[in-house]
């Protein structure tokens, strides 16, 4: 078992600025894709961004450029930093965590943080 404890999510204007964090502790082999999805009323949840450990990012095109995601392979921790916000980034964010080299793969999900852009 994995668990995922998110924080940093909160109120900002637009063009501001927030940071997410996200610590896995528990059964977390080094090897693993740690990432952030959202999800807007109504809307389906959506990649934002993920890191494999020792590999690429993956972006979703309506956040390239703005935010950026890292890892800190050492405390299990990945990050969201989250630039010239707009109101239509508003969601819950989770924080993702999927095993790598395991069939089928183990998916965890963080209980979700709000992230508000008032415009």
């Known amino acids: 078992q994995v668990q995922l404890v998110e924080s940093g999510g909160g109120l900002v204007h637009a063009g501001g600025s927030l940071r997410l964090s996200c610590a896995a502790s528990?059964?977390?082999?080094?090897?693993?894709?740690m990432g952030w999805y959202r999800q807007a009323p109504g809307n389906e949840r959506e990649l934002v961004a993920r890191?494999?450990?020792?590999?690429?990012?993956t972006y979703a095109d309506s956040v390239k450029g703005r935010f950026t995601i890292s890892r800190d392979n050492a405390k299990n921790t990945v990050y969201l930093q989250m630039n010239s916000l707009k109101a239509e980034d508003t969601a819950v964010y989770y924080c993702?965590?999927?095993?790598?080299?395991?069939?089928?793969?183990?998916?965890?999900w963080g209980q979700g943080t709000q992230v508000t852009v008032s415009s």
């Open positions: 993702h965590f999927r095993t790598v080299g395991v069939y089928p793969p183990h998916v965890y």
């Open positions: 528990g059964s977390v082999f080094s090897i693993n894709v």
């Open positions: 890191l494999p450990s020792g590999g690429s990012t």
